[in-house]
């Protein structure tokens, strides 16, 4: 159990700021670089889990050699005592999750903040990294609108990095992921790419413009069994028709029909999200986007 003034490495715990299925978070101080991070630790009964210990140090070294605006910053890793800790990064906001709590999301504010989501996994994407489990829970909004990806636990290594100690995943036949955001690819246990974050990425945005999830159900099976074979409800009509056209090619059931990658969200349709977010809540006639989102 830690308190305040415990030491973990070169941090000193301050005070905790939450708790979740996967450890506590904590404010601690750095004492070489004096300034606040987010320590993260496994908790007790998974830290005697090989695979556990392996996703959380995962988590910490998938996107250590990332250094984008959009995706938290992990300063160091280690353990002390049977502790297992991740710092990180400390960002002043919450999560999407509790955004999306308040309601829906005006079109123009949705948008903001998918197109630094895209921006982030692009990034990732670049450096061989699939995250495979983009949810709310995981995308903080900084009180001055600024988006940060965090909790890479179950991302997936695309091609091998230099660093040979790095555990590649291979995960065909296992459905790992969060029931809801799944992929259908990651639904039936397949071997996913980065086109599994777009599908995600389609989900956020939904659930943002819609305060709902886009695929429901009594279980986890139900949920999953909607994704394969359902298609969400329609979205408000005070969505901009040209931003739905976005949402259901994100959430197309075939990889190959969907964008092809986050760059192309986030630069790529650059103009796309412009145009959209010009518009506001004022419905777009059809055909006012002809050409668009080819």
């Known amino acids: 159990t830690l308190s305040a003034g415990t030491k973990l490495g070169n941090f000193e715990i301050v005070n905790l700021l939450g708790r979740g299925g996967m450890g ?41 050699a990332l250094n984008h605006p959009n995706i938290v910053a992990v300063h160091d890793i280690g ?24 309601g829906p999301l005006p079109a123009p504010r949705a948008i903001e903040i998918a197109v630094q989501v895209a921006a ?24 001055g609108g600024h988006v940060k ?25 296992v459905v790992l ?15 996913a790419d980065h086109r599994a974050d777009l599908f995600s990425f389609g989900v956020v ?21 909607a994704i394969l074979k359902e298609e969400p409800p329609e979205l408000p009509a005070s969505v901009p028709p040209a ?17 092809q990658s986050a760059a192309d969200l986030a630069k790529g349709q650059a103009r796309h999200w412009q145009y959209v977010a010009r518009q506001g809540a004022r419905r777009v006639e059809p055909g006012e986007m002809a050409g668009h989102l080819a």
Not at 151 to 164: M, V
Not at 206 to 218: H, P, Q, S, T, V
Not at 243 to 259: D, M, Q
Request: with cysteine.
């Open 149 to 173: 990806i965090l909790d890479f636990g179950l991302a997936k290594q695309r091609y091998p990095a230099p660093d040979s100690t790095t555990a590649y995943l291979t995960d065909e036949g």
């Open 120 to 143: 982030g996994l692009a990034a990732a994407h670049a450096a061989g990294l699939v995250h495979r489990d983009l949810k709310p829970d995981n995308i903080m909004v900084t009180r």
């Open 24 to 64: 506590e978070v904590w404010r601690a101080r750095d004492a070489r670089l004096k300034r606040d991070v987010a320590i993260k630790v496994l908790p007790a009964g998974l830290a005697r889990d090989p695979d556990r210990i392996a996703r959380f140090e995962r988590e910490a070294r998938a996107p250590s």
């Open 79 to 102: 353990c002390d005592n049977g502790i297992y800790w991740i710092a990180s990064e400390l960002v002043r906001g919450d999560t999407l999750r509790r955004a999306i709590e308040a």
């Open 243 to 259: 931003l739905g056209r976005i949402v259901r090619r994100c959430l197309e059931k075939e990889p190959a029909r969907r964008f």
């Open 205 to 225: 945005l939904y659930e943002m413009l819609c305060g709902k999830r886009a695929f429901a159900g009594e279980s986890s099976v139900e949920v999953m069994n």
């Open 177 to 191: 992921g969060t029931a809801g955001y799944m992929s259908p690819e990651q639904v039936r246990g397949e071997a």
